[in-house]
T-cell receptor, first 113, second 114 residues
Framework: GNSVTQMEGPVTLSEEAFLTINCTYTATGYPSLFWYVQYPGEGLQLLLKATKADDKGSNKGFEATYRKETTSFHLEKGSVQVSDSAVYFCALTRNTGFQKLVFGTGTRLLVSP | SAVISQKPSRDICQRGTSLTIQCQVDSQVTMMFWYRQQPGQSLTLIATANQGSEATYESGFVIDKFPISRPNLTFSTLTVSNMSPEDSSIYLC???????????FGPGTRLTVL
């Protein structure tokens, strides 16, 4: 079946540090890949997505590239801010038919000043 | 993207009671979903709310425990029945439109069962 594996958190960084949150997936066919972010006390927001191999999703300084050869979709940001502190979820869905989202376990990011 | 609201935003309930959560979208959408996020955990799909017909439940979730209604294309309810402390979670609705594989989430309902 389809599954998503994320690096465990929390990830603790100082402001302006480089961020990488690893995400790998197992899926049949060619899924679409997503990163969602959940700020404290809030619901999920779509951060970025990629729908085919070698696509790069980007938003708010975050980037992730769909790597079919390594079945990965790692999230990166060059310089994190305190306001980036949140839980980040990697997810996938099939590109056809029923759009069930399969989520990873989430990675908590803590950025200190 | 659609604007999604949920009511209530949070509630504290006694075991054995039921709570109905509402999800309202500001535009017509094809698909509506209900997810559960247990404390410190990821999201798990409960069911797909189908307009005008019975919801489609995922493995481990049953209609008697989580009855769902979807009377039109902009509104759905999820009821958590005969609650126990294990039902304490955040319940989120999400929506998607045909031809688009993005889902947009409501703010969630934080439920605590004592």
């Amino acid at each position: 079946g389809n599954s998503v594996t994320q690096m465990e958190g929390p990830v603790t960084l100082s402001e302006e540090a480089f961020l990488t949150i690893n995400c790998t997936y197992t899926a049949t066919g060619y899924p679409s890949l997503f990163w969602y972010v959940q700020y404290p006390g809030e619901g999920l927001q779509l951060l970025l997505k990629a729908t085919k191999a070698d696509d790069k999703g980007s938003n708010k300084g975050f980037e992730a590239t769909y790597r079919k050869e390594t079945t990965s979709f790692h999230l990166e940001k060059g310089s994190v801010q305190v306001s980036d502190s949140a839980v980040y979820f990697c997810a996938l869905t099939r590109n056809t038919g029923f759009q069930k989202l399969v989520f990873g376990t989430g990675t908590r990011l803590l950025v200190s000043p | 993207s659609a604007v999604i609201s949920q009511k209530p935003s949070r509630d504290i309930c006694q075991r054995g009671t039921s709570l109905t959560i509402q999800c309202q979208v500001d535009s017509q959408v094809t698909m509506m979903f209900w997810y559960r996020q247990q404390p410190g955990q990821s999201l798990t799909l409960i069911a797909t709310a189908n307009q005008g017909s019975e919801a489609t439940y995922e493995s481990g979730f049953v209609i008697d425990k989580f009855p769902i209604s979807r009377p039109n294309l902009t509104f759905s309810t999820l009821t958590v029945s005969n609650m126990s402390p294990e039902d304490s979670s955040i319940y989120l609705c999400s929506v998607a439109s045909a031809g688009f594989n993005e889902q947009f989430f409501g703010p969630g309902t934080r439920l605590t069962v004592l």
